[in-house]
């Protein structure tokens, strides 16, 4: 009987223990830009779901397209309609770990450096990527910032002839997670 | 004046007029006035919900991309660093609350603080799409 109500206990309290080991965000904001000779492109999402385990390392993120918003109105069609195409592929996603990650202490202050590593889903392409990002960590809130780069060629992205001028083939990424404990 | 330098003028009046209404409403059309426009779709936030979330494939075909209405009985709001997010909380999932996420354009942002927490509200706004927890609505405002 003692084993049981044990094991009840413990079953009872499992949950928790795991959410405890789990910082997420569901206003993460991302940000790319394409630098080409005749413009400059800009889009923004600040509705990006963000999610780090403490104990094993995953970071993962969830992004939807429709949501990235463009300065001009017809950029964001063309983005959505003959680039990423969206209405097929509405979702991005990053499934990964940060391969250090018992160099980042929640319970200290301060800033570190991590190694990310996993798989980057565009427009139902995935590619295996590696970028370095940091977490500042204040009173057990984590901000967790990246830079890295993209080719639209790797995720069957292409880019007319026509719109070569205006649309880099390159595109440059920068995401910031503002993640807090799973209560 | 001679014939050949009229018709001259005119065609260049004609090209530049043309480059203006081009640039104006095809290159920097402005973005549609979410605010305004009628919305294509208005149902009840729960009922939205559990379409997303029983057929998937056919909402996301249905509503992605569409101004739609929902209303119920909301959760709570959240600040983010950018902005106010109306929640209706439908669920409990491995990552907290699941449901409908209204960001709310800037002019709603203390608009809403005149409907406490847990009161009807009817909101118009931007269908992002569904990211396996949660349908995101952009660019909403508060219906009367």
Known sequence: MKKIIMILAFASALPLALNAQKFITKNGQISFVS????????AHNDQVNASLDMASGDFNVKVLMQSFEF????????????????DKYPNSSFVGKITNIRDLDTTKDGTVTVQVKGNLTIHGVTKSIDAVGSFQVTEGTLV???????????????????????ISKTIDITVKFTLTKLS | MKTWLKILITLCLA????????????????????EKEPAKFSLKASELYKQYTTDRKTSEKKYNGQLIEIDGKYTRVEKSDTSSIVVFAFNQGMFGDEG????????????IAAYPKGSEV????????YNDTDIILTKCSIQK
């Open chain 1, 35 to 42: 630098v080409a000779p005749l413009e400059t492109i800009e």
């Open chain 1, 71 to 86: 300065k001009k109105s017809l950029m964001q069609e063309h983005f959505n309609d003959n680039y990423v195409e969206s």
């Open chain 1, 144 to 166: 967790g910032t990246s830079k890295f780069t993209i080719t639209l060629s790797d995720y069957n992205i292409a880019i007319p002839m026509v719109s070569s001028g205006n």
């Open chain 2, 15 to 34: 090209g530049i007029v043309s480059a203006f209404l081009f640039n104006h409403y095809v290159i920097n059309k402005p973005h549609p006035d979410y």
């Open chain 2, 100 to 111: 409908i996420r209204c960001t709310l354009l800037p002019k709603y942002k203390t608009a």
């Open chain 2, 122 to 129: 009817k909101i118009k706004g931007f269908c992002s799409g």
